[in-house]
């Protein structure tokens, strides 16, 4: 344990989360995949994120589920503030690296190369200072000044939308509201979340307040057909009607206004979906394969059982292997053994084996393997549930690992190679895959 790395991630949040937004086909920024790239590099013991959260309603929440601190950094104060952030940022930075000598590692999360000097003075204090950003939107300098810079669109889990095909185009995001005004990151950043949220509701009110006013003009003209039924056809009748009925149908006027509580329970009723996702959605042994994959790739030795453990709590505090019905987790491994999702050796200690993953193939063992998978769902399946599909077989399936950056690319990709066919299908809304 005394020789784990200790992270401290400073997160510029408006940096990534417009980054995100204008450069990978409208998605919402999510830090659970840097979070699990940076639990298999050491024990986390700070996570900050600097912002004007007036602008980032619906992010707060989720930064909040892992447990970063949020703080608070007002634009609207009749002046400018626009570094307000970013200098706030690099203090605690800079404070934290004299004060806590046990940080070996400064995660800065940003494209900015105004952060460059503080990440040449970080090494300089003989701290590994590790970068993330959109890849799109980080500048040049930035990379280079860092140990080691990971890509946000790169990380594992984090599906960025292939932008070359136009049919399924419209349920990506609008990719056409971008920051016209960059200098000011206060303004841009107001075109988030927000800005799509409370569009819906408005058009919606007037909508239905155009319909009322449209009913009570027809009923209101309406009495011009019923009154030639009347036996007497007095003028002053035909006046007092209409405007009877106009004052009976002025009282449901406030119709429209009843609107409001609905579009207020819409928005309640989202809370619950951005709290669904959960680690143990995942089946563990996915997620053993895909941390056993990640500790492989940022390690240069073997991956210890006590490694792998330790890495996997870091994830999900909640882990046990006790609940999957195993005694010890070397059991369980051997368990995951048995089954060929992973390899077993001796490893430097007794009861302390060493864990690796079987040899995953090239492209084309990977374009068999979607193939078997779609003829087992009756030769045809939907793209949006099919990996994980790919991986109930084959758990440390990745098609990054592959080369490719999306599933939807491997599966073009796939298709190139006659493995199978893929098509968009307007009913269901989605590309269907057929073998």
């Excluded at 690296?97 to 503080?118: H, K, N, Q, W």
């Excluded at 960059?182 to 058009?203: E, F, I, S, Y």
Aim: hydrophobic share 40%; net charge negative.
């Amino acid at each position: 344990m005394d020789l784990e790395e200790r992270l401290a991630v400073f997160i510029d949040y408006e940096n990534l989360a417009l980054g995100a937004r204008e450069h990978l086909g409208g998605m919402q920024f999510d830090f659970g995949p840097i979070a699990d790239a940076l639990a298999v590099r050491g024990r986390v013991v700070a996570r900050r994120a600097y912002a004007d959260w007036s602008y980032f309603d619906e992010d707060r929440r989720m930064l909040t589920r892992h447990q970063v601190e949020l703080i608070e950094m007002t634009q609207r104060m009749g002046a400018s503030r626009k570094n307000a952030a970013d200098i706030k940022m690099v203090v605690d930075a800079i404070e934290m690296a004299f004060e806590r000598d046990y940080i070996s590692t400064f995660v800065m999360c940003t494209g900015d190369s105004d952060f460059s000097p503080l990440v040449h003075k970080l090494r300089e204090l003989n701290k590994r200072v590790i970068g993330v950003g959109v890849e799109k939107s980080t500048s040049r300098l930035l990379p280079a000044a860092c140990d080691e810079f990971l890509f946000y669109d790169r990380l594992e889990g984090v599906e960025v939308p292939d932008e070359d095909q136009g049919a399924p185009a419209p349920k990506r995001g609008s990719r056409s509201r971008r920051p016209a005004a960059a200098p000011d990151r206060a303004a841009a950043a107001a075109a988030l979340a927000p800005a799509t949220t409370q569009k819906a509701p408005t058009t919606s009110r007037r909508a239905k307040a155009a319909e009322a006013v449209a009913e009570a003009v027809a009923e209101a003209a309406a009495p011009d057909v019923v009154v030639p039924d009347v036996v007497e056809p007095d003028v002053v009748e035909p006046e007092a009607k209409p405007a009877t009925r106009r004052r009976r149908k002025a009282d449901p006027a406030p119709a429209p206004v009843e609107v409001a509580p609905e579009a207020e329970v819409e928005i309640d009723v989202r809370e619950p979906e951005e709290e669904a996702p959960e680690p143990s959605d995942v089946p563990m042994e996915v997620r053993v394969a895909q941390t056993l994959a990640d500790l492989q790739s940022s390690t240069s030795g073997a991956v210890t059982a006590s490694a792998l453990k330790r890495t996997l709590l870091r994830k999900d505090p909640t882990f046990s292997e006790s609940d999957y019905g195993f005694r010890t987790f070397g059991e369980f491994l051997r368990f995951l053994a048995d089954r060929g999702f992973v390899e077993l050796a001796t490893g430097p200690s007794t009861g302390d084996p060493e864990v690796s993953l079987p040899e995953q193939g090239d492209t084309d063992a990977a374009f068999v393997l979607l193939r078997d998978v779609v003829r087992e769902s009756n030769g045809s399946a939907a793209l949006s549930g099919l990996k994980n599909a790919v991986r109930k077989k084959r758990p440390d399936f990745s098609e990054k690992a592959l080369g490719f950056r999306g599933f939807l690319q491997f599966a073009k990709a796939a298709e190139a190679a006659g493995a199978v066919s893929l098509a968009w299908d307007d009913d269901a809304d989605d590309y269907l895959v057929t073998a």
